[in-house]
């Protein structure tokens, strides 16, 4: 059976508002009180705000828009550094890395970070093999990467039900007795040299949920005005219903943590939509808005969404690749399929935390519209650890040193295992770099340097860039050979026709 959203129906003029090119809002003549900023406007706006020296969004004929070096780049200069618009760590990573909720940088310390992991990792484990229906009410036994919506309570008592399992050690990990992952959790214990690996202590979520964690309090403050107040399950929740968004959380968990980050979406545009409302108008625009107020409530809602606007092409059932296990004749099934799992998936959104203003954001096309949005801009959110960088350093200290340092390190390197050097990682919106085009043979490319250590992305040129010259990157493997960029390109909607690719057409 189909699902049928009835806001789709019910708002169906608004939607196509909402999803029109953002370049054709202000000739909005039905919504004139708000004239929302066109395209370019907003992003001249965003990179002055930003300070994104040198940079320019412009028309380009064949893939409508780009970004051009106002500036010259020498090569391995940094072009900018892109401050993602929403983006969210993955669940399943969330056991092996502790990171600001909002900046993404790890926190805590080296102790914490390893001891969490091996306390988390140590939990996950027994959960498996013990299966004794003490997590059967939570989806730790078929999601056992994670429950972010449980992590903080099961955190702790589940504890000692997982220590009367007898579970043996997956195999190459020497694992720790419990008292010492403890004491390194806690803090009683401090690893030789870990204090050059200096991070920024914990703070707690100021709606009291154990999900967010942050590296400083305004980065707490900032979360809490442009997403986490909505989503947060703590008492100070702004949500509707608690126990629906812990519902919504578990579904997302279970199947597809894009949910997240569309929730995430949708969150920010109620919370902007409501600062708009809130700010005062000008004289004239409080003269206009008595006559139409549901039109000016729309241009506000309009103008909330515009950021996200810039970035949504398809909706997710529709561009989401085709699995290999899937069969081509099965194809229009499958699809139907993902557009009922979202649906499921809005709906306890919805319950959740709904708001009457911004129902049309509640849309089923709306919501496919903003995971098609991560679906198809495929930017990965990436953070280096510092649990890394700590082992590499005693490995690299002086034998006698290295020596003494690795009697106590040693049994946590073991007990990590190769995973020891795991990074962050996520999936995040970058309103810049998904203005970038691609080329098989670009001028620039995402990388991150020692010193980027948060969840921006960073832009460094590979070739000396002139001014006036287009900014390119590349979405694939460049070194692959003709046909098969063409055809992963493909799932991006184009073919691509750059220098290197007129070269090597057949
Ligand atoms: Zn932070
Ligand atoms: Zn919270
Ligand atoms: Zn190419």
């Keep these: 059976m189909e699902a049928i959203c009835p806001l789709d129906s019910e708002f169906s003029e608004k939607i196509d508002a909402l999803l029109k090119p953002p370049s054709s809002h202000e000739v909005q003549a039905s919504f004139r009180n708000f004239i929302p900023l066109g395209f370019f406007e907003y992003f001249d706006q965003l990179i002055s705000t930003r300070q994104y020296r040198g940079l320019r969004i412009k028309q380009n004929g064949e893939f409508g828009k780009g970004v051009y070096a106002d500036l010259e780049f020498r090569e391995g200069e940094l072009v900018c550094k892109d401050q993602m618009l929403v983006g969210a760590q993955h669940s399943s990573n969330k056991v092996d890395c502790l990171v600001c909720s909002y900046c993404f ?66 195999k190459d990990k020497i694992s720790l007795p419990g008292e010492i992952v403890e004491s390194l959790m806690k803090g009683d214990m401090v690893l030789p040299y870990s204090k050059q690996f200096y991070l920024p202590s914990a703070i707690s979520c100021p709606g009291g949920c154990e999900e967010a964690h942050y590296c400083s309090n305004l980065c707490a403050e900032s979360d809490w005005e442009s997403f986490h107040s909505l989503l947060c399950v703590g008492e100070g929740s702004g949500s509707l219903c608690r126990e629906a968004l812990l519902k919504f959380i578990e579904h997302a968990n279970e199947t597809n ?79 139907m399929q993902i557009r009922k799992l979202a649906f499921t998936s809005l709906q306890l959104l919805k319950e959740a935390i709904f708001n009457i203003e911004c129902a049309p954001l509640f849309s089923l096309e709306i919501y496919g519209h903003i995971i098609g949005m991560f679906e198809l801009n495929n930017l990965d959110l990436v953070v280096a650890s510092p649990v890394e960088d700590y082992f590499l350093y005693i490995d690299d200290l002086q034998y006698l040193e290295k020596v ?9 390197l073991d007990a990590l295992g190769d995973e020891y050097s795991d990074c962050c990682q996520g999936t995040a919106f970058f309103p810049l770099q998904s203005c970038m085009n691609h080329s098989c043979c670009p001028n ?63």
């Excluded at 340097?449 to 921006?456: A, K, P, S």
Aim: proline share 4%; charged share 35%; glycine share 4%.
């Design 404 to 412: 003494e340092a690795e009697k106590i390190t040693r049994p946590f």
């Design 257 to 335: 943590d894009i949910f997240l980050l569309a929730a995430k979406v949708i969150s920010f545009t109620i919370l902007k939509y409501k600062k708009l409302k809130a700010a005062p108008l000008k004289v004239q625009e409080r003269s206009s808005s008595l006559n139409g107020s549901e039109d000016t409530c729309f241009s506000m809602l309009l103008e909330a969404w515009k950021p996200i606007s810039m970035g949504y092409k398809k909706r997710w059932w529709d561009c989401i690749a085709l699995p290999d296990d899937v069969d081509c004749v099965d194809e229009a099934s499958f699809r």
């Design 444 to 506: 620039a490319k995402a990388f991150k340097r020692e010193e980027d250590r948060d969840g921006q992305a960073t832009i460094i040129a590979l070739r000396p860039i002139s001014k006036g010259e287009e900014v390119t990157i590349s979405y694939i493997d460049e070194e692959l050979p003709f046909e098969e960029r063409q055809a992963l390109l493909a799932d991006y909607g184009f073919r691509c026709k750059c220098s290197k690719c007129l070269e090597e057409e057949p």
């Design 105 to 170: 940088r790890f926190i805590g310390s080296i102790e914490l970070q390893i001891g969490r992991k091996l306390y988390l990792q140590d939990l996950r484990f027994s959960a498996r093999k013990c299966d004794t229906g003490t997590y059967s009410h939570t989806s730790n036994d078929c999601c056992p990467d994670d429950s972010s919506d449980e992590e903080g309570n099961s955190f702790m008592t589940d504890h000692d039900n997982s220590r009367g399992c007898s579970s043996s050690e997956p």
